[in-house]
Structure formats: structure tokens, C-alpha cells
């Protein structure tokens, strides 16, 4: 049974504004709450004073979905549970496969019924159909104002013509059963035009953003060093938050985001953080002093992940080799039924560790491209005290005990999954915290060492 999302109490549906008068459009909108909440019926109400989150939203999804009818709330480029539904809703009528994804099979469905709406004179002076907030629809960004009143700035780029830069504003407040007595709200911005128009006004951006408070960038494409709006926006936010799992080339793409953090941009991968529970549990089963000082004996690490994005992997094992102070030494790639990645590795005493990522084809697919299925550490001594396997499920521990070993697994561990994989319970996590993650860039130094090997 789905969870039903707090209701929402509507200050301001999304509004077309001009590009100068944001600022005075937001403020019109809580002088006119405050002057309706005189009369005691509406409760108190907190304007965004916690930070401000810039979206760059590489797709047009929501905009697609909204002209055709099927999604009304704000563009906000957050794939949330509205989202979802309204892609499930395209196809099942459009008799596609029912993902709740936006599949190219969609997209292109999508892209097609608004060229035939266009030009069948659908909208209205050549504009897109208008779309409203709907109070009653769950969206990834209550997960945030629930807990933060923020202001939300929505980079949204379309194909089509250079028309300039099209504006929204609007506000809403999630309303949380036994502590309705204050709103908490969020300030949307929206910003609609092709990329090179959103290029062009990067330079407004900041001045919209709230001063004096944190600053974040959730840059929802791979990050390019060499895209001018993303350095305007990078050099002003406290943090550039992205998420691996979403990158079309992962190998190629962690380099790009290594080549950010050495040029001293605050990096967060979402990804990252769903790499937690495994690294608690690896840290956990050598904590004992006897299995501590076995450490030094591992030279064979296993990771199974979903095939179709190896960022998980990489992250995991960047990290291991971080803390053991593992030196990559070469590096191969076998593609085929499973994606077999090898590394070797030096280690400071000199043993060679031997290190093998395979992308195992799955049936049932989550959410989250590339997440972890099993671990396993062990030695080709049959003496050492070092054996874990680490899994999310029975099938994963089984195909790492059947692959075998010099060494029996001395400890198994599970790992639960969690809701908090999901983007928006690990965005509200990551507003909470700034700044550079030594741990993550750390290991991305790790993996970009890797990798170049690859090239060479």
C-alpha cells in the first residue's frame, strides 16, 4: 500500500512572470497570505529561510507530460511519485511497457503527441498548456520542505526554438497531520528555455538565490568542466550534488566528476550515500582485533552488481582501496552476457591484490542503476581470518559461494534494502551537510587512477 502524502496547502499555483520581477512576485504572494490570514483562519507560515536548491533538469519529461495533460504540478525536474504515475498512465494508454520511467520508448511516444498537439492548434498562441498544482499529489520535493522551508530554482532546457527565457514562480506547504498550527513552505522558481538561452541569463541565477544562506546545485546531467553555466552556478553553491547511478557512461563520466573535485569543486553523489550500509557492514566485520590485523591477507575481492551502470561498484571498491591503501596496476574489460571488470592492485607490503566487479543481467530491475547485489573479501591463503561475504539477497550469496575460493567465508552478513536508496530521501539527507567529503574524494581519486589505466 502506498503512503499517502501530506496534503498541500497552496499558496501560489505556478504563475508566468517576467524575468525582472521574480523577486517582487514572490514577495506579492505572502503579503497577500498575510493580509487573507488576518481573519485567524489560516495558521502561520515560515518562508524559505534554510537554503536554496538550483536544479538543472537535463530532460523534458515533466514538460512533456504536462502539455499532454497527464502531470500538473510544478515543473521541478524531481522524478518523483506524481511523476511516476503519470508516465505508468502514458503506458498503459499507450499500450508501452509499464516501467514508470521515462523509457526513449516514452519519451519518443511523448515527444510526438505534442509536435501533433502543436500543430494541430492545441495550445494557445503556440504556448504550452498550462498546468497547476494539484493539493493532493505527492512530489520528491515534500521530502525537503517537510523538513526545511527552502527555495527551489528550476533550470529547465527544451528543444525548439531560442525564444528567450520563460519564468514561473509559486509557493506551497506541505501541511503534516498534529503540527498543522505552521506552515512550512518552498518557494519554486522556474526557469523554461533552450540551453543556450538559460546560458545566457546564468548570470541572474545567483542573485536569485537567497544570500547569506547554504547554496546547493543538484546538477541532474553529468557534470562538464567545460559547460559555462554549470562553472557560473559551481563556483557560487556550497555543494554540487549529483548521482552517479544516472550517468549513461560511468567510467568515462567519474573521471569528468574527478577532474571537478580536483579543480576544488564541493562534490556530493547521491550514489554515494547509498553505498553506506555495505561500508558499515565491511567496516563492522573487521573491527575485531584478530580479523583487524587479517586485513593485510585479503588479495581477492568479488563485487556483483546489476548490469547496466558500474558506478556502484567502482565507488565501493574506490573506497576499499582507499583505506588499505591499495595502488592500481592495471586494469581490463570483458563485455558479454555479464560485464567483467579486472583489477590488480599493489599493496604497500607488496601483495598483489586481484579484484573482479561482474554486472550480472537481472530480471527484476530496481530503481537505482547499478546498485550492489553481493560481496565477497577473501585470500588465497586458506589460513587467514579475513573471509566476509556481504549480500542483499540469498540468490547474490549463492553465486559467490558456488564461484569458490581458497578460503571458506568465515563471516556472512545481509544487507536490508531501504527506502533511503531513493533520490529523495537522500537529497533531504544531503541539504543537511556541505562542503568537501574527504571519504568520497578520497576514493574518486582512487577510481580515476583506475580508469586511466584503462586509456593507456
Given at each position: 500500500m502506498t503512503p499517502q502524502a501530506p496534503t498541500i496547502f497552496s499558496l501560489q499555483a505556478p504563475k508566468d512572470v517576467s524575468l525582472t520581477d521574480i523577486e517582487a512576485e514572490l514577495s506579492q504572494i505572502w503579503q497577500s497570505y498575510g493580509i487573507a490570514g488576518e481573519d485567524g483562519t489560516l495558521p502561520a507560515a515560515t518562508r524559505a529561510a534554510t537554503f536554496t536548491l538550483v536544479v538543472y533538469e537535463p530532460e523534458e519529461t515533466q514538460y512533456l507530460l504536462a502539455v499532454l495533460g497527464f502531470y500538473n504540478g510544478p515543473i521541478d525536474g524531481i522524478p518523483g511519485p506524481q511523476t511516476q504515475a503519470a508516465l505508468r498512465e502514458v503506458q498503459k494508454k499507450y499500450g508501452l511497457t509499464d516501467t514508470g520511467t521515462a523509457t526513449e520508448e516514452t519519451l519518443t511516444l511523448l515527444r510526438e503527441e505534442v509536435a501533433k498537439r502543436h500543430k494541430g492548434g492545441a495550445t494557445e498562441n503556440g504556448a504550452t498548456a498550462s498546468y497547476g498544482l494539484d493539493a493532493k499529489s505527492p512530489r520528491i520535493a515534500d521530502e525537503i520542505a517537510l523538513r526545511n522551508p527552502c527555495r527551489i530554482i528550476t533550470l529547465l532546457p527544451v528543444v525548439g526554438e531560442d525564444e528567450g527565457v520563460k519564468a514561473q514562480v509559486s509557493a506551497y506547504c506541505p501541511i503534516q497531520k498534529g503540527s498543522s498550527s505552521t506552515l512550512v513552505c518552498c518557494e519554486y522558481i522556474t526557469l523554461t528555455g533552450t540551453p543556450a538561452a538559460?546560458?545566457?541569463?546564468?548570470?541572474?541565477?545567483?542573485?536569485?538565490?537567497?544570500?547569506?544562506?547554504?547554496?546547493?546545485?543538484?546538477?541532474?546531467?553529468?557534470?562538464?568542466?567545460?559547460?559555462?553555466?554549470?562553472?557560473?552556478?559551481?563556483?557560487?553553491?556550497?555543494?554540487?550534488?549529483?548521482?552517479?547511478?544516472?550517468?549513461?557512461?560511468?567510467?568515462?563520466?567519474?573521471?569528468?566528476?574527478?577532474?571537478?573535485?580536483?579543480?576544488?569543486?564541493?562534490?556530493?553523489?547521491?550514489?554515494?550515500?547509498?553505498?553506506?550500509?555495505?561500508?558499515?557492514?565491511?567496516?563492522?566485520?573487521?573491527?575485531?582485533?584478530?580479523?583487524?590485523?587479517?586485513?593485510?591477507?585479503?588479495?581477492?575481492?568479488?563485487?556483483?552488481?546489476?548490469?547496466?551502470?558500474?558506478?556502484?561498484?567502482?565507488?565501493?571498491?574506490?573506497?576499499?582501496?582507499?583505506?588499505?591503501?591499495?595502488?592500481?596496476?592495471?586494469?581490463?574489460?570483458?563485455?558479454?552476457?555479464?560485464?567483467?571488470?579486472?583489477?590488480?592492485?599493489?599493496?604497500?607490503?607488496?601483495?598483489?591484490i586481484e579484484a573482479e566487479l561482474a554486472g550480472v543481467p537481472v530480471a527484476d530491475v530496481g530503481e537505482v542503476a547499478g546498485d550492489l547485489i553481493a560481496l565477497r573479501l577473501s585470500s588465497t591463503n586458506p589460513q587467514a581470518n579475513c573471509g566476509t561475504l556481504i549480500c542483499t539477497e540469498t540468490g547474490g550469496c549463492m553465486r559467490m559461494e558456488t564461484q569458490g575460493g581458497a578460503q571458506s567465508t568465515g563471516l556472512f552478513q545481509q544487507v536490508t534494502s531501504l527506502s533511503e536508496q531513493k533520490a529523495e530521501v537522500l537529497l533531504s539527507q544531503q541539504v543537511q551537510r556541505w562542503g568537501h567529503e574527504a571519504l568520497f574524494e578520497e576514493s574518486l581519486a582512487v577510481i580515476a587512477q583506475i580508469l586511466k589505466l584503462g586509456k593507456e
Open positions: 538559460l546560458e545566457r541569463i546564468g548570470g541572474m541565477v545567483p542573485a536569485l538565490t537567497i544570500g547569506g544562506l547554504p547554496k546547493f546545485l543538484w546538477w541532474k546531467a553529468t557534470p562538464d568542466p567545460n559547460n559555462s553555466l554549470f562553472k557560473r552556478l559551481a563556483a557560487v553553491c556550497d555543494n554540487v550534488i549529483v548521482d552517479s547511478c544516472n550517468f549513461n557512461k560511468p567510467e568515462t563520466d567519474l573521471l569528468s566528476l574527478q577532474a571537478l573535485a580536483e579543480s576544488g569543486i564541493p562534490l556530493a553523489d547521491l550514489n554515494w550515500r547509498r553505498l553506506s550500509a555495505w561500508q558499515e557492514l565491511t567496516a563492522e566485520a573487521y573491527d575485531p582485533p584478530q580479523r583487524r590485523a587479517a586485513l593485510v591477507e585479503i588479495d581477492r575481492v568479488n563485487i556483483d552488481y546489476e548490469k547496466g551502470n558500474s558506478a556502484q561498484a567502482l565507488l565501493f571498491l574506490g573506497w576499499l582501496a582507499s583505506r588499505l591503501n591499495w595502488h592500481p596496476v592495471s586494469y581490463q574489460v570483458e563485455s558479454g552476457d555479464y560485464d567483467i571488470i579486472r583489477i590488480s592492485f599493489t599493496a604497500d607490503n607488496q601483495r598483489q
